[in-house]
T-cell receptor, first 117, second 113 residues
Framework: GAVVSQHPSWVICKSGTSVKIECRSL??????MFWYRQFPKQSLMLMAT?????????EQGVEKDKFLINHASLTLSTLTVTSAHPEDSSFYIC?????????????FGPGTRLTVT | QKEVEQDPGPLSVPEGAIVSLNCTYS??????FMWYRQYSRKGPELLMY????GNKEDGRFTAQVDKSSKYISLFIRDSQPSDSATYLC?????????????FGKGTKLTVNP
């Protein structure tokens, strides 16, 4: 149980284009999903918290107009990187919290590696 | 001082060794403590979840929390080559009015056959 998938697993795009990453909870309903970014040899940094049916809460320093998050259903959240630039190249990971588990027990997807050329 | 400190290693041990991984933290608001394992180019996998001081054991893994010292540890007994991964500690608590999960940088472990 508590399986989270992400699509695509890797993507290469040109500077200035937009990229959408999907995060799905496969065997549970996730009222809350989280989006993280991880640079090489760095820790996971929370970008935003996504609640189903409401606006995402962004962490300080994360541009909400650049990283658009939509949590349209209890099993799907999407992150769109708009007008991507090379500095946005990173490993993007989503996670979800199940209704039955502890407050901070998060289950992570496999990640999406974004390379902007 | 960073909220969560974790030695990035790398740590290299022979198969069968006991591995000790550690993190320190500075914020007393952290009440929940987790260890995640992350293989290269994969998402983190939850290994252990604790919320009180003391030890919690699960198979070859033991998580230890000392809230008074703000220090947590993960012990791996009889380490195997398949344990080779990056281990991330994570702390959860109410910070700034909202629930936060803060990760350490991770310690890269290699278990040599």
């Amino acid at each position: 149980g508590a399986v989270v998938s992400q699509h695509p697993s890797w993507v290469i795009c040109k500077s200035g284009t937009s990229v959408k990453i999907e995060c799905r909870s496969l065997d549970f309903q996730a009222t809350t999903m989280f989006w993280y970014r991880q640079f090489p040899k760095q820790s996971l940094m929370l970008m935003a918290t996504s609640n189903e049916g409401s606006k995402a809460t962004y962490e300080q320093g994360v541009e909400k107009d650049k990283f658009l998050i939509n949590h349209a259903s209890l099993t799907l959240s999407t992150l769109t990187v708009t007008s991507a630039h090379p500095e946005d190249s990173s490993f993007y990971i989503c996670s979800a919290r199940t209704p039955r588990t502890g407050a901070y027990e998060q289950y992570f997807g496999p990640g999406t590696r974004l390379t902007v050329t | 001082q960073k909220e969560v400190e974790q030695d990035p290693g790398p740590l290299s041990v022979p198969e069968g060794a006991i591995v000790s991984l550690n993190c320190t933290y500075s914020n007393s608001a952290f009440q929940y403590f987790m260890w995640y394992r992350q293989y290269s180019r994969k998402g983190p996998e939850l290994l252990m979840y604790t919320y009180s001081s003391g030890n919690k054991e699960d198979g070859r893994f033991t998580a230890q929390v000392d809230k008074s010292s703000k220090y947590i540890s993960l012990f791996i007994r009889d380490s195997q080559p398949s344990d080779s991964a990056t281990y991330l500690c994570a702390m959860g608590g109410i910070i700034g009015g909202s629930e936060k999960l803060v990760f350490g940088k991770g310690t890269k472990l290699t278990v040599n056959p």
